[in-house]
């Protein structure tokens, strides 16, 4: 069974970058579409990014676009998430997920990634 396990998480001050790693682990992994969101307290879950892992077309939310990239290594099964510009309000859990259609709704997405907590000071 394929897992997706989240790294590179932590606290960022206000203007600095931070990379996200998403690895996935089981069996042969080729998922049509991996994205990104993320998830703060007493708010949704709200969707960042989204890349085909075969072509690697790219799609991204209004909030983050033109600061953060999404990326993948096919070789290594690893899905990415370069944050620069961050903002107190970027502060949440980032998620890692697998579809096999492109969407920007979580119920679309039916693989999931434990999380990995972000938090940028002012």
């Known amino acids: 069974q394929v897992q997706l396990v989240e790294s590179g998480g932590g606290l960022v001050q206000a203007g600095g970058s931070l990379r996200l790693s998403c690895a996935a682990s089981?069996?042969?992994?080729?998922?049509?579409?991996m994205g990104w969101f993320r998830q703060a307290p007493g708010k949704e879950r709200e969707f960042l990014a989204h890349?085909?892992?075969?072509?690697?077309?790219?799609y991204y939310g209004d909030s983050v676009k033109g600061r953060f990239t999404i990326s993948r290594e096919n070789a290594k099964n690893t899905l990415y998430l370069q944050m620069d510009s961050l903002k107190s309000e970027d502060t949440a859990v980032y998620y890692c997920?697998?579809?096999?259609?492109?969407?920007?709704?979580?119920?679309?997405?039916?693989?999931w990634g434990q999380g990995t907590q972000v938090t940028v000071s002012s």
């Open positions: 089981g069996r042969t992994f080729s998922p049509y579409v």
């Open positions: 997920a697998a579809s096999s259609r492109a969407s920007t709704y979580p119920r679309n997405y039916g693989l």
């Open positions: 890349i085909t892992w075969i072509g690697g077309s790219t």
